[in-house]
């Protein structure tokens, strides 16, 4: 109760604080100069292709176990069932075993999605092209702060402030997570003490857990804006491909949200040991 009392009042200082550092001399000014966004490259099309929206999706589904199976990999004290590969080697937990498999595809996925971007021109959607991105993000971030929100047109352009954040999930925190999970994993080369001095196992760990925590507060305002700038037309935008405000989308989204909670709680030893079975040796020690 208290908690959410402090939370309502900070919440209510920040925006008094940002409206009124709107009334200081050349704010005014910054923010007609630049209003939240830049022009595009003249070449970059609109909407989202087909290959965009299915990355996106899966991006979901996937996402949504790595946070489950990681979670229960460092919470978890006796493993359920175990694996060991086919030709023998380090034996791990199915927990581990699922949440390697499960980053492997999402490595995969995002691979697919990083050629497509800069093969079809659609990387200037999120890979900023101009300095202004930066003027432009801090003023789309003080416009949120005053809850004057910035105009939402993604069907055409991202704000700075989302395109900075986009470009963060992509091309910094993804790499991140994926770099200091296979120092963690059986596939990193102990024998190369060079590769090891240059990423130390601790660093790793320190690096993975918080990176995951920015995945879910990415997720977490990510989809509060969704749903708070226009659900029914976002929906249709990453769902069914269209700028116009209908409720197809928003079905195909739930629709979507619904395997992927399915899936997560299916996600258990009595599903993952005849799977994890056909790549190598399952036990229960």
């Known amino acids: 109760m208290l908690i959410g009392v402090a939370s309502v009042l900070a919440a209510g200082i920040i925006v008094l604080a940002a409206r009124g550092v709107t009334t ?6 910054f923010l007609a100069r630049y209003p939240g966004e830049y022009p595009l490259p003249e070449d970059t099309q609109p909407g989202f292709p087909a290959w965009a929206r ?10 949504a176990l ?8 460092r919470t978890e004290r006796k493993p359920s069932g175990f694996w060991t590969p086919k030709r023998g080697g380090t034996k791990i937990s ?18 697919v999605f990083v050629v497509l971007l ?6 200037a959607r ?3 092209s101009s300095w202004e991105v930066f003027p432009n993000a801090l003023s789309a971030l003080l416009q949120y702060l005053t809850l004057d929100w910035p105009t939402e047109h993604g069907w055409v352009n ?48 320190a690096v993975h857990f918080p990176t995951m925590l920015f995945f879910v507060l990415f997720i977490i305002v990510h989809v509060f804006l969704v749903f ?24 195909w989204f739930a629709a979507g949200l619904a395997v992927t909670v399915g899936t997560v709680v299916a996600a258990r030893p009595i599903v993952v040991a005849p799977l994890a079975s056909l790549f190598g040796r399952v036990s229960a020690r």
């Open 228 to 251: 708070a700038t226009g659900a029914l037309r976002n929906l249709n935008h990453m769902f069914a491909g269209t700028d116009q405000v209908s409720w197809v989308g928003f079905w």
């Open 54 to 63: 299915w990355t996106h999706f899966l991006n979901i589904f996937l996402m």
């Open 126 to 128: 999120i890979v900023p």
């Open 24 to 29: 200081l001399p050349g704010v005014p000014e």
């Open 158 to 205: 991202y704000n700075s402030l989302q395109q900075l954040m986009y470009f963060a999930v992509v091309f910094v925190a993804a790499p991140l997570a994926a770099i200091s999970g296979v120092r963690m994993s059986r596939w990193w080369p102990e024998r190369s003490r060079a590769l090891s001095r240059v990423l130390p196992a601790k660093l790793a760990r």
């Open 118 to 123: 800069f093969v079809s021109g659609h990387w």
């Open 66 to 73: 790595i946070i489950r199976t990681g979670l229960q990999v």
């Open 94 to 111: 199915l927990s581990l075993w699922l949440h390697t498999a499960i980053d492997v595809v999402w490595l995969l996925n995002g691979a």
